[in-house]
C-alpha cells in the first residue's frame, strides 16, 4: 500500500541498527526521550509526556508544530517506551482502504492483548469521514492515535476528533537546539564540519528552525571532503537556504498579516516593514498586501491623517503601474506612512455604532424640512419648508435639526486629540456652541 510505512514495533534494536548508507537525519534518529532536541517542555520529567511515560499511560495526541522539529521520532520513542505496536501511514498517500486495512491489523493486534500505536503524518489532509473513522477505534483503545500536523488543528482537525486527544505543541527548534544537532552529528561522523565559526552559524540560520534541512546540509558539507573551512561567502554558493514556511492560504499567512497590521497600530515601522518583507519575500500576492493597507489607512488612522488613504491608493495605482519589483517600493512607502501617522479608530467605531442604531431605527423619515421635494405635490404637502441654507448664515452654521422626530440626536463619530482629528474635535465642539446658542 502506498499509503503505509514499512512496518515497525520500534523495539530498542530497530533504533539502534542503522547501516551508514542510511541518510545522516535517521541515524541521528533519538534512541531515548532525553535526546529529542529542544522539546523539553514536553519530554522531561514534568513536561505533558514525560508524565505520560511515568503513569504508563499514554493518551491520543495530535503533535502540532513545524517541519523538522521531531514529530516522527518522538511517535516512535512513544511506542517504544510503552511497549506498543507501532504503525505509520502518512494521510497525503493513505486512502479509505489503507485505513481499513490498519484498522483489521489493529484489532488483531488487540486480541493478543497489545494496544496499537497508529502514528498518521500529516493527519490535517485527511477529510472529514476520514477523521471521522478514527474515534471508534479510539475510544475502545485498540489504537492510540498520534497525529503529527504543521497546521492549526483548531482550523483543520474535527471537533470530535479534537476532544478525544490532547494538543501537543513542538517549539521550533531554536539555535542552541540546532547547535546540539550539528555537535551529535560531528561526534557520529567523527569529524568537525568543514566550516568557519562565522559559516557554521549561517549554516544554522538558514535551516530557519528544520532540524532535518539542517542534517541534510550538513551531510553535504560531510561529503565534499574539504581541505579547508568554508567562509560565509563560500558556503553560500555551495548550499542553498531552506525556504519559509508559508501557505497563502493558512495559519503563517494568517499570523503573518496580524502581525503587520498589529505593528502598523502599534506605530513601529522597523517591524511593520520587517512582516511586510517577510511576506512579500514569501510570494504573497502584492495586491493582498495593499487591501490589507488601504483597509487599515480607514480602520486605524482615519481622519487622524486623511493623507493615509491617499497615500496607500496612490502605492496601489504605483504598484499596478510599475509591477514588482519596482512597485514594491511603492508598498514600503505606503506602510512606513501609515505605520508613523497618528491614530484613530473613531471613524471605524462610528460605522459600527451607525449601522447597529440604522438596523434598530428602521425606516424613520427624516424631518420635512430636509425632504426632497421635485414636485409640486410634494412642496404643497410642506416638503423642504423651513429648510435653513446654511451659507446664508453670518457663520455658515445653521444649527438646525436633522434627526427623525422619532429619536433623539446620537453621536457616532468622536474624534480624538490626535492628529488632524485634534482640530475636527475642536470644529465639532465649536459647531455644538452654537447649535446651543441658537436654540437658546
Not at 460605522?351 to 424631518?367: D, F, V
Not at 434627526?403 to 465649536?430: C, N, S, T
Request: aromatic share 8%.
Amino acid at each position: 500500500m502506498g499509503g503505509l510505512f514499512d512496518d515497525d514495533d520500534a523495539h530498542a534494536g530497530d533504533l539502534g541498527t542503522q547501516s551508514n548508507n542510511v541518510p545522516l537525519a535517521d541515524r541521528l534518529r533519538p534512541k531515548s526521550l532525553s535526546d529529542i532536541v529542544g522539546q523539553d517542555h514536553l519530554v522531561r520529567e514534568d513536561g505533558t509526556i514525560g508524565r505520560m511515560i511515568a503513569s504508563g499511560k499514554l493518551a491520543s495526541m495530535i503533535l502540532w508544530g513545524p517541519p523538522g522539529t521531531g514529530k516522527t521520532s518522538l511517535a516512535r520513542l512513544l511506542a517504544h517506551q510503552t511497549d506498543l505496536h507501532f504503525k505509520a501511514i502518512s494521510a497525503v498517500f493513505s486512502g479509505v482502504a489503507d485505513l481499513k486495512k490498519v484498522f483489521a491489523e489493529a484489532e488483531m493486534h488487540m486480541q493478543s492483548g497489545k494496544a496499537t500505536l497508529l502514528f498518521v503524518d500529516e493527519i490535517h489532509r485527511f477529510n472529514r469521514s476520514q477523521q471521522d473513522s478514527f474515534l471508534p477505534y479510539v475510544e475502545k483503545g485498540t489504537v492510540v492515535l498520534v497525529g503529527a500536523t504543521t497546521e492549526n488543528p483548531s482550523f483543520e482537525l474535527n471537533a470530535a476528533l479534537l476532544s478525544r486527544t490532547q494538543v501537543l505543541i513542538l517549539n521550533r527548534l531554536d539555535s542552541a537546539a540546532l547547535e546540539l544537532l550539528l555537535a551529535k552529528a560531528e561526534a557520529l561522523e567523527n569529524s568537525p564540519l568543514p566550516l568557519t565559526v562565522e559559516a557554521k552559524q549561517a549554516l544554522i540560520a538558514s535551516a530557519d528552525g528544520d532540524g532535518r534541512f539542517l542534517l541534510n546540509q550538513a551531510e553535504t558539507l560531510f561529503s565534499l571532503g574539504l581541505d579547508s573551512p568554508l567562509d560565509p561567502a563560500r558556503l553560500a554558493k555551495i548550499l542553498h537556504r531552506r525556504m519559509p514556511v508559508y501557505d497563502k492560504d493558512r495559519e503563517g499567512h494568517y499570523n503573518l498579516i496580524s502581525a503587520l497590521h498589529k505593528a502598523m497600530r502599534g506605530s513601529d515601522p522597523q517591524a511593520s516593514l520587517y512582516y511586510l518583507a517577510r511576506m512579500l519575500v514569501a510570494g504573497e500576492e502584492p495586491l493582498y498586501l495593499l487591501r490589507r493597507i488601504v483597509r487599515f489607512a480607514s480602520e486605524d488612522i482615519g481622519m487622524a491623517d486623511p493623507q493615509a488613504l491617499v497615500q496607500s491608493l496612490a502605492a496601489k495605482d504605483a504598484y499596478m503601474f510599475l509591477g514588482s519589483p519596482e512597485g514594491e517600493l511603492a508598498i514600503v512607502q505606503a506602510c512606513l506612512y501609515c505605520a508613523t501617522a497618528p491614530k484613530s479608530n473613531a471613524a471605524y467605531r462610528a460605522q459600527k455604532q451607525a449601522w447597529k442604531t440604522a438596523k434598530q431605527t428602521g425606516s424613520l423619515m427624516p424631518p420635512q424640512n430636509i425632504l426632497n421635494a421635485p414636485t409640486k405635490l410634494m412642496k404643497d404637502i410642506g416638503y423642504g419648508e423651513g429648510y435653513s441654507y446654511d451659507h446664508e448664515a453670518d457663520d455658515g452654521f445653521s444649527g438646525d435639526n436633522y434627526w427623525p422626530e422619532e429619536m433623539q440626536p446620537e453621536q457616532f463619530y468622536a474624534p480624538v486629540d490626535r492628529g488632524f482629528e485634534h482640530k475636527i474635535r475642536e470644529r465639532l465642539e465649536y459647531w455644538e456652541t452654537l447649535r446651543a446658542e441658537k436654540m437658546g
